[in-house]
């Protein structure tokens, strides 16, 4: 079991920047992926951003094309947490923001934090 808690999120003006944070309730040295989702009103939730392990130490990161550029994912293993990096945000960008883990084939959600983005 993995408890994930996000926080960071809020309101910005267009151009701005946030960075979203992810505490995790154990190590995530071990886990196979964590990532950034989000979902607006009336929309399908959809990947932000994405580390995927691979060959110890290394990780492999992935991000929607709507992001690349803007958005940085990065983690800190020894204190179990995961960031989004959001830059030069857009009001498209607008939409609650979910923490997520995979462990082997079990996949963990946060609570999400709301995004706003002003124009």
């Known amino acids: 079991q993995v408890q994930l808690v996000e926080s960071g999120g809020g309101l910005v003006q267009a151009g701005g920047s946030l960075r979203l944070s992810c505490e995790a309730s154990r190590s995530i040295a071990s886990l196979n992926a964590m990532g950034w989702y989000r979902q607006a009103p009336g929309k399908e939730r959809e990947l932000v951003a994405r580390m995927t392990r691979g060959i110890f130490p290394n990780y492999r990161d992935s991000y929607a094309d709507s992001v690349k550029g803007r958005f940085t994912i990065s983690r800190d293993n020894a204190k179990n947490m995961v960031y989004l990096q959001m830059n030069s945000l857009k009001p498209e960008d607008t939409a609650v923001y979910y923490c997520?883990?995979?462990?082997?084939?079990?996949?963990?959600w946060g609570q999400g934090t709301q995004v706003t983005v002003s124009s």
């Open positions: 997520a883990a995979t462990d082997r084939a079990t996949d963990y």
